[in-house]
């Protein structure tokens, strides 16, 4: 059974810092791509991160100005999130995704919000 499951969101105050985490089980973890998605009240989902199945290749969402770092183990078939100075816009639901090829896996999503 594929699970990805996400951990680590919480009530965070502005320019804090927290850690998302993302286990994987139910598939070959190291041959996937893994993503981080977030989705904002009332708006569309948008991809944060990207990170290839061996960690060579990063892309980050331009409006994130290097406040963001994916990283990824495949020994613990886990990928990571790192937020930086955050701001009460982050808040949001953030979603990992695992996808090689047309196959694709979605988490259910750790809710962060940003706020004094």
């Known amino acids: 059974q594929v699970q990805l499951v996400e951990s680590g969101g919480g009530l965070v105050q502005p320019g804090g810092p927290l850690r998302l985490s993302c286990a994987a089980s139910?598939?070959?973890?190291?041959?996937?791509?893994m993503r981080w998605y977030r989705q904002a009240p009332g708006k569309e989902r948008e991809l944060v991160a990207a990170?290839?199945?061996?960690?060579?290749?990063?892309t980050y969402a331009r409006s994130l100005t290097g406040r963001f770092t994916i990283s990824r183990d495949n020994a613990k078939n886990t990928v990571y999130l790192q937020m930086n100075s955050l701001k009460p816009e982050d808040t949001a639901v953030y979603y990992c995704?695992?996808?090689?090829?047309?196959?694709?896996?979605w988490g259910k999503g750790t809710l962060v919000t940003v706020s004094s």
């Open positions: 139910g598939f070959t973890f190291s041959s996937y791509a």
């Open positions: 995704n695992a996808i090689r090829l047309r196959v694709e896996y």
């Open positions: 990170i290839d199945s061996i960690g060579g290749l990063l």
